[in-house]
């Protein structure tokens, strides 16, 4: 999987779009990395790393940072004493891709907090709800098979899928929508952000310029 989404947070009034996702899943390693402004000319960008066993049904270990708030985790999924049955936020795209695949109408699982893993962790339901006409950020309207994520009976993401695959997500606010190319994810965005997607925080600068994608 190599996946790239549009990023729209809201923060201008309306869902324009002014982030990206990239979502590489290769070698039993999903890493994800996000970016959208937060402040002014400053982007909150964040890194997850999970590694998974072998079949990808369970996760090994898990390292997390995001910018400019310096945060930081790292975790041995047995040496800290996790169970199996746990996942990093950022790993449950997976989960979604395996309910999606299987028909299946939930799944549940504990739900670890990327930032503080070990302690903060809740009972999750990933589950498909019902079917629903939604329109993507400019986009047309689509007919959709709606999952949401629920935590202590309240959801916190919808996740659209059109034809097996998550067209559409919402963040609790904010959405992500899938798109074709990581060049129309990216189109505007800050060198230095561009930068950050496509590579990481090794080669990235929080400070640059718009990219014509």
């Known amino acids: 999987m190599d996946r790239w989404e549009t990023f729209h947070s809201g923060r201008s009034g309306t869902l324009e779009h002014d982030g990206a996702v990239h979502r590489l899943f290769d070698d ?19 890194e997850s790393v999970v590694r998974f ?22 975790v041995d999924r047995v040496s800290a004493g996790l169970d199996t049955d746990t996942m990093p936020s950022y790993g449950e795209f997976l989960l979604l891709a395996d309910l999606i695949a299987s028909g299946e109408p939930a799944v549940r699982y504990i739900r670890l907090e990327d930032s503080d893993p070990v302690d903060g962790a809740d009972r999750a339901t990933l589950e498909r709800q019902r079917p629903e006409r939604v329109t993507p950020p400019g986009g047309t309207p689509v007919e959709a098979q709606r999952y949401g994520v629920v935590v202590d009976r309240e959801q916190i993401g919808t996740h659209w899928v059109v034809d097996g695959r998550v067209r559409m997500s919402d963040w609790n606010g ?20 561009v930068t950050f997607l496509r590579e990481g925080f090794e080669s990235a600068d929080p400070r640059g310029k718009a990219t014509s994608g």
């Open 174 to 193: 904010p959405v992500s929508v899938h798109v074709d190319s990581a060049g129309a994810a990216l189109v505007g965005l800050p060198e230095a952000v």
């Open 53 to 74: 066993a072998h079949g990808a049904r369970t996760w090994e270990t898990s390292t997390y940072r995001a910018e400019p708030e310096a945060v930081r985790a790292q």
């Open 28 to 46: 039993l390693v999903l890493r994800t990395r996000i970016a959208f402004p937060i402040a002014g000319a400053e982007y909150l960008r964040a």
